[in-house]
């Protein structure tokens, strides 16, 4: 496992050469777009990560597919974790660099789980009084669940609300089962 603080560092290296051109947007979606594409073609990511394949081989062909395609600073990044055999970073780098990008937009994610998805007036609702409540910004990821019974489980960070129905049920039963 490629540890957190490595892809960090490379995320706040790229962060920083991509604040230098003016492009953090860009290449936060070049290197998403990279990431996704590698994590939906099993071959594509085998020789990406494969330490066989000689580092010229998978610059070349990084080169040839997203050369004039995506921003340079981007895809010297990915130059680099080739040239440094650090390919797995980019699995780290890129949500670490996602996360640099809210910060300098000075918002935190909040993701919304659902049973069915919400309406626009609903999600609106919901953000706003979560704004006002807690006093931020938040970059909303809403997610279905067809598995919840009802109501909503709110992740902001590290904090957790659980409003669901299967949330009540085991709190009540925490309740009811504890040795009082």
Partial sequence: MISEKLGRRYATAVFSAAGDHGAVDQVGADLSAIANAL???????????????????????LLDALQG??????????LLLVRK?????????VPEYRKLQMAQRGTDPLT???ARQLSETEL????DRLQSLYG???????????HLIGGVRITMGDRRIDGTVS???????RTLFSPN
């Fill in 39 to 61: 994590d939906g073609n099993v071959q594509m990511r085998e020789f990406f990560l494969s330490p066989v394949i000689p580092r010229s081989a998978k610059e070349r062909a």
């Fill in 85 to 93: 055999r650090r390919e797995g970073v980019l699995d780290v780098l």
């Fill in 136 to 146: 931020k910004k938040f970059e909303v990821n809403q997610v279905v669940d067809p």
């Fill in 69 to 78: 395609k995506v921003h340079d600073v981007a895809l010297h990044a990915l």
């Fill in 167 to 173: 949330g009540k049920l085991e709190a009540l039963a």
């Fill in 124 to 127: 609106s609702a919901l953000v």
């Fill in 112 to 114: 919304i789980t659902a």
